[in-house]
């Protein structure tokens, strides 16, 4: 019985380059939805700073003098900077519990309480001596239907405490800039809990993303596995019962048992070949779906991704194109630097021209590319070879600002076989 093949070098190569560009793309994707959070969280912070500035002008335009104003300030940068824990425990809400969530939770509050009752000290407005609190309230991790409640409570005694402070302690004949406290005092609230909000979605939308790439990942495991079940269910089943007749005839008829292992052994060679057709039509793609899968994977890894192909570009040399597409692909995720990305399958004359062009990932030498993967039958020396067979060439264009992978082979080669689409056919 002929012994089933161990996996290749290549293919193990190939998996590991698979891995690898995964998880790069993971990263620049975690690194996307991080670099989000952290615009929200400035923008919060910047919008709190901006409105205790608008305090302490409008103290000083009162005459207050600068100690009531720099105090207002100072004390509202402290309490800006209360506010970032908030923030990042909002951020971070499945993994604490309630109860921890209220613990972290008191230092901040603390700390706006107590700048409000500063702020209303030194300066008598009702507005500035509630308004701390009641932001940092509305960034409170809230059930879901009560922060819309909360936010417009927080708005309407807003709302109503500047318009007391404009009929007492801020009258428009001594604070010029009366409307613009009360703009910023309402607006602190409201653009906190829409800031919040836009993180929820975008969080909701990456979870999503990645459920449904894991979905899709075990649905296609599923399915190998049951296509080879059946297959190898059946030859197996099969040759047991090959084997068990060979084992029963052994004594009586050892010729008609020898016919029975040879039978088992073609059995055999049948399964073998089946997998490899199996494998095979799973690989399979038309080039036209594979350039669209290698434009959707590099912009799922958030790189500026364009592509040109011709309209008939499923008749290029599938089995030679469709393994260049991809590994050219999964180079440009391992080394490129993430933000762009041409891509483009075009005849010119009797010959067919593949080219991915890339930007350079900053921490990598322009020889990193052609380095890091060579040897193995993968990497760049695998592709220069499979275009050599082919009757094709290589051409290598490293620069300083990008990376450009040519390939070229003639529009009929003897190893170029129909298109995938019309195999499968």
Known sequence: MTPSPAPSHDATADADAD?????????????????TWWYTLSGIVFFEVMLVFVWATALLDRGDGFGPALTVFLGGLVWAGATVPLLLDYRN???LTAAARRRRAIAPLAVSVVYGVVAFVVSGVWTFGVVPLLAAIVLLTWPTGVRRRVTIGVVVVVAALWFVDTRSTLQ???????????FFSIMLPLMSVVSVWWWDVLDTMNRARASEGRLAATQERLRVATDVHDLQG?????????LELAERLLDADPAAALEQLRAARVSVDEARQGTRDLATRFRSASLSVELANAVDLLRAAGTLTERTADPDVDSAPGDVFG??????TTNALRHGGGAWARLSLTRT????????ANDVAAERSVDGEAGDDAGGGSGLDGIARRAADAGGALEVRPERQSFTVIVTVPATTPSATPSATEAVR
């Open 234 to 242: 059946h030859h197996l089943q099969v040759i047991a019962l090959q």
């Open 19 to 35: 891995a690898d560009a995964n998880a790069r793309a993971a990263v620049r994707l975690s690194r996307g939805v991080t670099a």
């Open 172 to 182: 428009a004949d001594s604070v010029s800039s009366l409307w613009l406290i009360g």
């Open 93 to 95: 809400t499945a993994e």
């Open 323 to 328: 393994p260049v597409i991809r590994e050219t």
């Open 349 to 356: 004359g009797g010959s067919w021209r593949f080219e991915i």
